[in-house]
Structure formats: structure tokens, C-alpha cells
């Protein structure tokens, strides 16, 4: 049976680190509840909320699926960043529950360096 292209590329890429595949997947999985109890509520005040959530999560799937160190970083660097920012704007809502999931991505960087 031929490969997809989707399966070559992944087959050239690195795997994804455990400790990076649990975090993204722990954070998926939270980000995926949060929208629904909040799609939920009706409160059109809300949306942006979700909005935020989802754009946050988009790209984790690639991250896992095609997975190198500049994803990572960018994931880290650019998209939680803007993730905050976003968060900050919004009255009223909660801090981040996903600070130790960024922390055990995190800690994946200086181990890559470390070795190289």
C-alpha cells in the first residue's frame, strides 16, 4: 500500500517526545472541555472566550504530527504568548490552568541542548 503524503512527512520527522505528546494532549483535552461548558452557557460574551481557546489549541496537532524543536518553540514562545495576552484582555477570566503542561514542554528545550 502507497504512503499518503501526511505518512511520508511524518516518517521523516522526529518523533514527538513523550513528555511534549502528553502535555499537548492534556491541554487539548482541557481546552476541549472549557469550549464546550462555555459554548454551552449560551453567553454570547463567551465567544471570544472560545475564540481564544480554540486558537490557542489549532496548530498542537501539528506540533504532535510533525513535530521539530521550532515548532516547539514557536508553540512556546508565539502562540502561548499571544494566548495570554488574549486571556489578560478578557474580564473575568480565570488564570491559566495549563502552566504545567508549558512547563513540562518546557523543560524538553535545555534537555534537546544539553545532549546536542
Known sequence: ???TTCESHVKQ???CPPE??????EILHLAAISI?????TGKPSLSRYCALESSHI?????????FDLDRLRYYLDVEVASYLDGMNALEGQ?????DKHWEQMRKYL?????AG
Open 58 to 66: 489549532h496548530n498542537l496537532p501539528n506540533l504532535i504530527r510533525y
Open 13 to 15: 520527522n522526529q518523533k
Open 94 to 98: 480565570e488564570p491559566s490552568t495549563y
Open 1 to 3: 500500500m502507497k504512503s
Open 20 to 25: 511534549v505528546l502528553n502535555a499537548a494532549c
Open 36 to 40: 464546550r461548558f462555555a459554548a454551552l
Open 110 to 114: 535545555p534537555n534537546v541542548n544539553a
